[in-house]
């Protein structure tokens, strides 16, 4: 497939495409969003990394079977193997970190953190193309930077009525480069060529990394099958049906398809719907210092991703 150039007119294969890419970026946007406070609500009677991978494993089955039964195409073992390598770094790296963080941590505060990701992407891409970014990313980088810094000195304690755990912080800000690092490697490996295959195989890789890495870090032992309560059952429901079949999948779709600067944004809608239902549903509160890099992080990544656009026009 020919990737989508928005600021272009296009016929109407064109039209279809652009309608597929803005239902995809709005399921990223809604669902990811709610997946914070998903994963507070089923760690709360669930153990973490135990529970993500239930999670993806059951996601990537039913994905995997769904694929099969659309094109009989087995994977090749490189396409294993590459699948496998994205699912450890943005699952078992990524969020399977960040549900253990959220123990830590409130929900809105792992959305804010994770939000920096397109931040780490630039400097990775910096890193790698020896490439100067523009102004505009640069300040952006450094407002990202300082965002980052107001919530581990707030860690420290800051000056808000409370401070946030710095192991957790410092979790979340691992699982944003793992996330990164794993996206970027996803747009240039061989994978199958169907998004459905593609994301089944690292969400069963993933799935099962996680699931031995529960096993290793004793999470089998605190389970209680009797003590999960119906609130975590539906929490898990929800980060399975609408977190990872449909939210996941449209990702990397999104990134196979659509302007890597135009996916990011999901990076600034996410934490908006994050701290509204963590405010809403779960009582959750930003304090000075919180609100303050919340402001600069979303506003860091916004200039971040109209840099890059403008960049790439």
Known sequence: MKQVTLGKEAPATGSSKLLKVGIALFAVYLFWGGTYLGMKVAIETMPPFLMAGIRFL????????????????????TEWRNAGIVG???????????????????????????AAVPLWMIVFNWMGSRKKPNPGII?????????????????????DT??????????????????????????????????????ALQMIVGGLLLLMFSFVLGDWSKLDVAQIS???????????????????????????????????????????????LGWFLAGEQLGGHSLAAAIVIVAAVAIITISGKKKKA
Do not use: C
Request: charged fraction near 10%; avoid cysteine; hydrophobic fraction near 55%.
């Open 58 to 77: 059951i996601a990537g089955a039913v994905l995997y079977v769904v694929a099969r039964m659309k094109d009989r195409t087995k994977p090749s073992l």
């Open 162 to 199: 409370h401070g946030f755990d710095f192991i957790g912080i410092a979790a979340l800000i691992v699982a944003s480069i793992s996330w990164s690092a794993g996206s970027l490697f996803s747009r240039t490996a061989k994978l199958p060529s169907s998004p459905l295959l593609s994301t």
């Open 139 to 159: 300040l952006g980088v450094i407002l990202g930077l300082v965002g980052i810094f107001l919530l581990v000195w707030q860690s420290g304690g800051g000056t």
């Open 230 to 276: 119906l609130r975590s059952y539906a929490a898990l429901g929800y980060l399975i049906v609408f977190g990872s079949i449909f939210g996941y999948t449209a990702y990397i779709w999104l990134l196979k398809n659509a302007d890597p600067a135009l996916v990011s944004t999901y990076a600034f809608v996410n934490p908006v719907v994050a701290v509204s």
């Open 88 to 114: 450890a770094m943005l699952l078992l790296g990524g969020n399977g970190i960040v549900a253990w963080a959220e123990q830590k941590v409130p929900s809105s505060i792992a959305s804010l953190l994770v």
